[in-house]
């Protein structure tokens, strides 16, 4: 018989979205309802016409646009196939077995197959409120604790922590533990980030961006993240060579220099997601603070939470069962265009709630 070694025998696999019958409107993986902008396509088309040499391995272009959209340096960024790719590589160079990952309760789950991968063990420390609390963060570590993974503004809850209190948190922790800031969905996040990019100048903090959410690039398998120098070079020895392909570097490179575009992506989706929470909260439901392009829905019990998932896939609605994340009386929905959240809404309210 051909055995896998130990640590992926033992492994779960990583839990993909189900995502139903085609015909389905999937507001399962925080995809943007918006167009891709329109420069970003035509760059795209134009990209096909190389497909047949190598993409740049370096990714000058992309590297080039989001270093003057970030006034960050160009040669501190690492691009991945999705942030996922950088998350997964960055854990398995900085994490191996014995050491421990932490990271928070409602965590992004991906972290958790990446530090298996490793034969890491991963920690979580409590998420009171569905919020980061940094002060249960610091009790959690160890002598064992060799990364800190923060999700900032949060997935699955959407909820935020102060830039201001990241800082904290970083001064609070030993310096040989590198601390991991996902913000993924930091474009929806109106404070300023500057505080949490200056971080990685002190060696030891590292920040990743996706092209997935507020670019509405999730095809095209985009990530980056801003990286000290001798953490990004440790880190690329497990990337893939050739990582992006050509079109997709072509149309995050334009996307990024669309910043105009995005911004109105994310203030529309805003607008839907502010709408539709208060109707939700109208009707008794609980739904936290959302800085992101999704809500976190929780309802009463697992039992309402079930009947209402049912009502919706029988309308054509997939939503994100919460069940992996401990959360099996909650879903989460991705914010679609008004139309589409209406007509949740409408659905949501015709079951009872009291
Ligand atoms: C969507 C998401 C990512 C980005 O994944 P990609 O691989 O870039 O598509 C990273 N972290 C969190 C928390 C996410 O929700």
Redesign the pocket.
């Known amino acids: 018989m051909i055995r896998a070694v130990a640590p992926v025998a033992g492994m779960a696999s990583y839990p993909l979205a189900d995502l139903g019958s085609s015909t389905a409107i999937s507001l399962a ?2 995809e943007s309802a918006f167009s891709v902008s329109p420069k970003a396509q035509a760059a795209g088309q134009a990209g096909l016409e190389h497909a047949t040499q190598y993409p740049d391995p370096d990714w000058h272009a992309l590297r080039a646009a989001i270093a003057s959209a970030h006034g960050v340096h160009a040669e501190q960024i690492l691009c ?8 997964g590589c960055l854990i398995r160079a900085f994490a191996g077995p014995g050491d421990e990952v932490l990271g928070t309760q409602f ?2 789950l ?1 972290v958790s197959t990446a530090c298996q991968q490793a034969d890491a063990t991963y920690v979580r420390a409590e998420e009171p409120d569905f919020t980061v609390s940094v002060d249960l963060l610091l009790a959690a570590v160890t002598e064992k604790t060799r990364i800190v993974f923060l ?1 900032n503004p ?3 809850t959407g909820t935020r922590i102060a830039n201001r209190d990241i800082v904290r948190l970083r001064e609070a922790l030993r310096a040989n533990i590198l601390l991991v800031v ?1 913000q ?2 930091g474009e929806f996040d109106d404070q300023d980030q500057s505080a949490v990019f200056d971080l990685v100048a002190r060696g030891d903090t590292v920040l ?6 507020a670019y509405g690039l ?1 095809g095209a ?3 980056w993240g801003y990286f000290p120098a001798d953490i990004a070079e440790q880190t690329r020895k497990l990337m893939n060579p050739n990582n992006i392909s050509t079109v997709s570097q072509d149309m995050a490179t334009a996307a990024m220099l669309d910043q105009s575009h995005m911004r109105e992506v994310v203030r529309q989706t805003a607008l839907i997601r502010e709408r539709f929470a208060a109707r939700l909260r109208t009707m008794g439901l609980e739904v936290p603070e959302s800085h ?1 392009n999704f809500v976190l829905i929780s309802f009463k019990d697992v039992e309402t939470a079930n009947r209402a998932n049912t009502a919706l896939l029988e309308a054509g609605y997939i939503l994100r069962g919460m069940g992996g994340y401990g959360l099996p009386a909650c879903l989460r929905a991705t914010i679609g265009t008004a139309d589409v959240m209406d007509a949740v809404a409408a659905i949501l309210e015709e079951l009872t709630y009291e």
């Open positions: 993986q925080n991945g196939a999705g942030s996922m790719e950088l998350i965590g992004y991906f999700c949060g997935n699955p996902d993924a969905y990743m961006r996706t092209f997935s959410k999730a398998r985009v990530g992101t």
